[in-house]
């Protein structure tokens, strides 16, 4: 087993590790996961304190990134990252029909999949994903603007990895779930910040062939129920 200490953070400054940072608490920390809504100075405050690679999404509030992204973080929703032969696959956004920055339908974020499946290919798919919108029924909100993705829950269905991260939801919204078990993926609430060690089962991989794999894709989005429909 391949164990991994990560720092997970998303939606809310934490003040303690802002004005009260304490290297001893974030010792052996391996990577930082960052979902979304966060300030850009949080960001690189954080992989510079705790001196780790800090891996990223936008969230639906993150437009001022477009001008000032944090330095010295990694953004996943342009490559993949591998660290510890853990693969790392990041998008951002929030479901929304508003034409702001990091608003998208769910047809726009299945398409943002969809051009991402050579990358996932020829990775031999990926170990964990990170996101700010959670995936559709699977610790998402009721309301249309804190819905889930369906092309996220595809993906999940998909490629099942070990972890999934996210955000948006706020866990002081009501009845919301920090954990939930799916299949074979964790699906984990990430707001605020946590310390998590997480293991995973790294064997060797082979590349998939995009062809089969957008394919795959395809047929698995298509068969998602739809918003409102029983689960």
Not at 52 to 74: I, K, Q, S, T, W
Not at 75 to 103: D, Q, W
Not at 147 to 163: C, E, N, T
Not at 193 to 208: G, S
Request: some cysteine.
């Amino acid at each position: 087993m391949t164990h991994i200490r990560a720092l997970v953070v998303a939606d809310e400054e934490s003040k303690y590790i802002w004005d009260f940072f304490d290297r001893s608490k974030f010792s052996g920390i391996d990577v930082i996961i960052a979902c979304g809504d966060l300030k850009p100075s949080y960001l690189s405050f954080l992989t510079t304190m705790v001196a780790a690679p800090l891996l990223y999404v936008h969230g639906n509030h993150d437009a001022r990134m477009l001008v000032n992204p944090p330095e010295g973080c990694d953004n996943l929703e342009l490559k993949m990252h591998t660290i510890k032969g853990v693969r790392f696959l990041g998008f951002g956004g929030a479901n929304s029909l508003s034409p702001k920055p990091f608003h998208y339908t769910d047809r726009e974020v299945a398409r943002q999949i969809s051009r991402r499946m050579q990358e996932i290919s020829y990775h031999g798919g990926f170990d964990v994903l990170v996101t700010h919108a959670p995936a559709f029924g699977l610790g998402d909100g009721e309301d249309a603007f804190h819905r889930g993705f369906i092309a996220y829950r595809s993906l999940i269905d998909l490629f099942k990895p070990a972890y999934h991260f996210h955000g948006h939801q706020h866990l002081n919204y009501g009845s919301n779930r920090r954990v939930i078990n799916y299949g074979d993926t964790v699906i984990y609430n990430a707001y605020g910040y946590n310390v998590l060690d997480l293991a995973f089962k790294v064997e060797p991989r082979r590349r998939i062939s995009y062809i089969k794999a957008r394919y795959d894709w395809s047929r698995t989005y298509g068969k998602q129920p739809e918003p409102g429909s029983a689960l």
